[in-house]
């Protein structure tokens, strides 16, 4: 059986985009762990039992970077699924898309994790090393461009 996790990609809006295209405003939350390579990924874990995906995804982001349900908006209509394997064994990871309600919300992490950065696309995608992970925040950031 596959091994599941789920999380959120974070986003928060600059107070004040320099530029005209709301878009130019976005930035991305992106973790590095403390383990193995020490890659960089949006808050993200293992389903527990008797746990539904969103809920996991919604404690795994109050475990790893302190950030409470209600401190996030959950956006409609987004949720994106990949599979990889790991170590051998196949992996699915579910994520959702959340905006921070308040720009200046803290971040706390947890012991699994030893830095984060705020990061634009572009950077984040230079963070995230893996091809389906930077896809994935590119897709999500045409997602939120095209609500606007």
């Not at 976005?26 to 746990?51: A, M, N, R």
């Not at 908006?73 to 790991?86: N, Q």
């Not at 994520?95 to 309600?101: C, D, H, Q």
Request: aromatic share 10%; hydrophobic share 35%; with cysteine.
């Amino acid at each position: 059986m596959a091994v599941r996790a789920c999380g959120l990609i974070i986003y928060r809006r600059l107070q004040s985009p320099l530029s005209s295209k709301a878009a130019d405003g976005i930035e991305y939350l992106l973790l590095q762990t403390s383990y193995g390579t020490h890659h960089w990924t949006p808050p993200k874990g293992h389903v527990d039992p008797g746990e539904d995906d969103l809920q996991t995804a919604f404690r795994e982001t109050q475990e790893e970077a302190g950030l409470e349900a209600s401190q996030l908006t959950l956006i409609e209509g987004y949720k994106k699924e990949l599979h990889y394997p790991v170590r051998g064994k196949p992996k699915t990871v579910i994520y959702w898309l959340a905006e921070m309600k308040d720009y200046n919300t803290e971040i706390k992490l947890s012991d699994e994790h030893q830095a984060f950065q705020w990061l634009k696309l572009e950077d984040a995608c230079k963070f995230a090393e893996y091809e389906d992970m930077q896809a994935t925040l590119k897709e999500a950031h045409q997602f939120l461009c095209s609500k606007e």
